[in-house]
């Protein structure tokens, strides 16, 4: 018998290109397979005003400074938490394509203090995620990818360096178990249906271990 004990949230991680939308998409249909509700967000949310006001500095039609892109970056996650403890409290499975970890990955690669981006979000006591799958992959794989996806690259998507900053403060991130109750090192550089394979694995074991399958 399947029973939803509660509702959960599920983040996916990793550089741009890493397969974060492909493999979100996959996990909310997975979890439908098992009869429960599920629902998918991604960050940074465009349709918002902080979004385009990312969208914006992505596309160089603005210049922000690091402490401005982070708080930004943060609010526009920020704005949807009463959102996240409804659906949760109405047993719903979250499946997010980015959550506050990439705002710590990405202003962190640019030299926001570690720390400071930490306690800043520690202390506004967020939802925090039951599980997090960090898909890691060489940033040359996921620009050929992206390219191949968009036919240009913003100025993140551009910088092999920045990207490989990021990487590793994932990966810091993931090593130290903050930000999330469990993450999960996934390798991005797989065939889809392979990734795939692995995943439907992962989130049975979840469900199983969270005993929300009984
Ligand atoms: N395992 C894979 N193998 C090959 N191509 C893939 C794989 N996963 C995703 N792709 C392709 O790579 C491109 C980028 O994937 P996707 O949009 O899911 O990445 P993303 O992490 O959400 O990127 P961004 O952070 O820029 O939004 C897409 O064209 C997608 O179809
Ligand atoms: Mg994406």
Redesign the pocket.
């Known amino acids: 018998m399947i029973a939803m004990k509660k509702g959960f949230l599920i983040t996916v991680e990793g550089i741009d290109g890493a397969g ?2 492909t493999l979100t998409s996959f996990i909310k249909k997975y979890i439908e397979s098992q009869k429960l509700n599920a629902i998918q967000f ?1 960050y940074p949310d465009y349709s918002s005003i902080w979004g385009k006001i990312i969208d914006n500095y992505l596309r160089n039609k603005i210049e922000i400074t690091t402490n401005e892109q982070f708080f930004l970056y943060f609010i526009d996650i920020l704005k949807d938490q009463a959102k996240l403890i409804q659906l949760l409290n109405e047993n719903t499975c979250i499946i997010s ?1 980015r959550y506050f970890s990439s705002t710590v990955a990405f202003q962190c690669a640019k030299n926001f203090n570690y720390q400071k981006a930490l306690s800043i979000i520690e202390i506004m006591d967020i939802i925090l995620p039951d599980l997090t799958i960090f898909i890691q992959i060489p940033p040359e794989i996921a620009l050929e990818r992206k390219y191949n996806q968009k036919g240009f690259i913003d100025r993140h998507e551009k910088d092999i360096e920045l990207l490989t900053n990021v990487d590793c403060i994932y990966e810091k991130m993931m090593n130290e178990n903050v930000l999330s109750k469990k993450w999960i090192k996934l390798d991005g550089n797989q065939e889809k249906g392979i990734l795939e394979n692995i995943t439907k694995e992962i989130i049975k074991e979840f469900l199983i271990n969270d005993k929300i399958i009984i």
Request: hydrophobic share 0%; charged share 100%; aromatic share 0%.
């Open positions: 974060k939308r991604e394509d």
